[in-house]
């Protein structure tokens, strides 16, 4: 680096320079002054010039070259990249001696006009602590680390941390020469500790197993702690080195039980259960096997300390279980009966097992080799002797001994030996059985000869005889017996020497006698005492026969003596209907004349007069007139008017009357109602269903139409009627259902041709007026 000698302090003294330039020839003794002269004149002589220093301005300047020169020292480093462990490059420092070069400075000056050389300086060089080569090791431990997995083994198996997972866990400790690589510890410990639950086992002691017929020892097994603080020194060491398994670091746990421990409570045990146990009565034997006696091996106390011995209920179940074999139970004298009479069958006494004494044995020949143990037995007397049964014996014979018999009138009912002898039961226990015949069966015995006897009371009635008049039936008295008292008989008889008897009887009086049909029977043959006429004017007659009357009459025959004899209306008019025919132009009204009728006979009255109307004639064309003063404004395109007086509908197109035709509305009861509707509804074909249950007086039959216009949402119709033939006025009344003069439910009905057109004719929206 070049600086100005200027910057360096340096400057000429010009005064004292030209002063020294002046003074070359004049200065010396005479020759050389002329001699200097000549020279300069000559060939010219270079003069010094006079320079001088300025020492503050030379530092100065130092100090701002050393800012460019001095340089620190820089150590080698080792960095852990993605990519891998990475060495930076170390660098010798520089540092300018501004004292030493500034005491150089003047010296070196004062040569500068004569030689052309550069002015030294003192630099210091610092060499770095840490040079590349320090750190290869370093860096290769951790590029081979991380380029293999971490492998850790135990008894043959081994767990690999990754690559990648090893280079996570890389870290640097130390400074400078002396940084060293390491695995992190505690994500290795981690990692040490998810292993070790493969590692670690717990000790297991040696135990005892009863097997079938033997008993022996599982051996025991020591088991493994990891000690995961040596473990991980070991892989820490491991990791940067030649790379092999590192085996894992474990204490041994020793089991409290060992397998030597529970020798003694084997051979005692096995001494037990190695050969099967007999307990022998005569010449019979019951055997537990050694499978069995396995199963009933139990011990006392704890390993390895335990007493082995056979479990004393099992074993007692055992014993009783041969108990019941050994066993005989007592025979009581007993009574029999064979050949038609009871005899007692001696009596047998029993043994049975002493099971106290016979366990004893048992339990004392737990330990002998043969196992064999001897039944010790006593005697059972029974409870009742033949002697104790004589008399009762004697009694049952007699009571099976022959047949018993009752009797009524001319019938006899007889039960059998043999039937007595399966009927024969004994009460009470032991020596106090008593013979007796079954209740049961002789209550039974008595319900059947009262079945036989009894003759059930028949109550007089009112009948009809085969022409159809009535007639009254006389009523039949009853027999019964009294079956407890039948019963009673039939034991006492069965004790008797006599062994037949009467029945004693009873008359059973009919609920209803004659006497108490009389009044209602004449009531009844009353009615039907003769023909019954019915009269229209002066010109025609008609009569009842008797029978038709007695066709109408009901009474009621369920026993009682009230019969309640009554005339039928409805089926009253029905036998009028077969007879009496409708002159012409007439309307006869068959409900109310059956009901003039009934009140006739029941007056006692034999003739009425025929309830009648006539018909009118009414004009083949009706003639209506619509209520057109119901618009104020202009009339609709098309409406409907109504008149319920004159029973006509007619359909106009704004004034015009288009169509006219007869109608029927409602009967009086259910009228139709007025005032301005419009049509809600075509509906064709439609089916009418009467909102009325059967039996109410407006019901009706399920009915179909071909057309109907709904006015009303609550039921209300223009429809045609095929079941009508009249329409028009005087066809709206009331009356019964089905006949021309009476009226419909509410609805509009119309002849089918003009329905048919006024159906085509109208639309939903179509107004109607309705009026009187």
């Known amino acids: 680096r070049q600086v100005s000698a200027g910057r360096l302090g340096l400057s000429v003294d010009v005064a004292r320079t030209v002063d020294r330039a002046f003074g070359v020839g004049r200065t010396e003794g005479a020759f050389d002054r002329w001699s200097g002269r000549y020279q300069v004149w000559r060939s010219g002589k270079q003069v010094a010039p006079v320079v001088t220093f300025d020492a503050d301005s030379a530092r100065e300047a130092l100090i701002g070259m050393a800012s460019t020169v001095n340089r620190p020292a820089r150590d080698a480093t080792l960095a852990l990249t993605p990519n891998g462990p990475i060495i930076g490059s170390s660098q010798v420092g ?14 070196s000056l004062e040569t500068l006009h004569s ?20 750190l290869t090791f370093a860096r290769d431990a951790v590029a081979a680390a991380s380029a293999r997995p971490l492998r850790l083994s135990f008894q043959g198996r081994v767990w690999k941390l990754a690559p990648e997972r090893v280079r996570s866990l890389v870290h640097l400790t130390g400074e400078g020469a002396s940084i060293q690589p390491s695995l992190r510890t505690a994500p290795l410990r981690q990692w040490l500790q998810q292993v070790s639950a493969d590692i670690n086992r717990a000790p297991r002691n040696a135990r005892i197993v009863v097997r079938p017929g033997a008993v022996t020892v599982v051996q025991s097994q020591v088991g493994y702690s990891t000690n995961v603080a040596a473990t991980v020194q070991s892989l820490q060491a491991a990791a940067f080195a030649a790379g092999a398994p590192v085996s894992a670091r474990v204490r041994v746990v020793r089991p409290a039980i060992g397998d030597a421990d529970l020798q003694p409570e084997v051979r005692e045990a096995n001494a037990m259960v190695n050969r099967p146990l007999n307990l022998q009565f005569g010449n019979r034997e019951w055997t537990l096997s050694s499978n069995e006696l396995t199963a009933l091996l139990r011990w006392k106390g704890t390993s390895p300390n335990r007493t082995p011995y056979l479990a004393a209920g099992p074993l007692k179940s055992w014993v009783r279980v041969a108990a019941q074999d050994i066993g005989t139970s007592p025979v009581n004298a007993r009574i029999v009966v064979w050949d038609g009479l009871a005899r007692v069958l001696s009596d047998t006494p029993g043994r049975q097992m002493d099971t106290q004494k016979t366990f004893a044995a048992v339990q004392g020949v737990l330990d002998d080799s043969k196992g064999i143990a001897k039944v010790t037995t006593v005697r059972l007397p029974a409870a009742v002797s033949a002697a104790d049964l004589k008399a009762a014996a004697a009694r049952a014979s007699h009571l099976i001994g022959s047949p018993v018999s009752l009797t009524y009138q001319d019938e006899t009912w007889t039960v059998d030996t043999a039937t007595l002898r399966s009927w024969l039961y004994w009460r009470g226990e032991g020596k106090d059985v008593v013979p007796a015949l079954d209740e049961g069966q002789v209550y039974s015995f008595a319900k059947n000869v009262g079945y036989g006897v009894f003759r059930e009371p028949k109550s007089a009635y009112v009948d009809l005889e085969p022409g159809g008049l009535p007639k009254l039936i006389t009523e039949i008295p009853g027999v019964d017996i009294d079956v407890d008292a039948t019963a009673r008989l039939f034991h006492k008889l069965a004790a008797a020497e006599y062994r037949s008897g009467e029945v004693l009887s009873s008359s059973l009086a009919p609920t209803v006698a004659s006497a108490d049909l009389q009044e209602e029977y004449d009531q009844i043959s009353s009615w039907s005492s003769d023909r019954f006429y019915l009269t229209m004017d002066d010109d025609h007659t008609w009569w009842l026969d008797r029978e038709d009357i007695a ?21 009253m008019e029905e036998q009028i209907r077969r007879w009496v025919k409708a002159p012409s132009k007439t309307v006869i009204d068959y409900e109310q004349t059956a009901a003039n009728v009934v009140d006739a006979l029941e007056r006692g009255d034999r003739s009425v007069a025929i309830e009648y109307s006539v018909i009118k004639e009414k004009p083949s064309v009706p ?23 004159t029973q006509t509908i007619a359909a106009y197109e704004g004034k015009k009357q288009v169509k006219v035709s007869f109608i029927t509305s409602g009967r009086p009861e259910l009228a139709t109602p007025t005032g301005t509707f419009s049509v809600v509804d075509k509906l064709s074909p439609y089916t009418f269903v009467s909102p009325w249950p059967k039996g109410h007086r407006w019901w009706y039959p399920t009915a179909n139409v071909k057309y109907a216009l709904r006015f009303r949402y609550d039921g209300l119709y223009i429809h045609d009627a095929p079941w009508r033939s009249e329409y028009g006025p005087g066809t709206n009344g009331s009356g019964r259902r089905g006949a021309a003069s009476t009226g419909s439910h509410g609805c509009v009905n ?3 041709s003009m329905m048919g057109w006024l159906y085509t004719w109208s639309k939903v929206g179509t ?3 309705i009026h009187k």
């Open 750 to 752: 119309v002849p089918s």
């Open 551 to 571: 066709g109408a009459t009901f009474w009621n025959n369920a026993g009682g003596a009230e019969i309640e004899p009554n005339l039928n209306t409805e089926t």
């Open 767 to 769: 107004q109607i007026i």
């Open 115 to 134: 030689q052309d050389r550069p002015v030294a300086t003192v630099i210091r060089a610092t060499q770095p602590r840490v040079l590349e080569a320090q």
């Open 623 to 645: 003639r209506h007139v619509g209520d057109l003063a119901h618009w104020t404004g202009k009339f609709p395109k098309k409406w409907i008017d109504l008149d319920l007086t």
């Open 94 to 107: 520089y540092e300018l001696d501004t004292a030493a070069t500034l005491s150089l400075l003047p010296s």
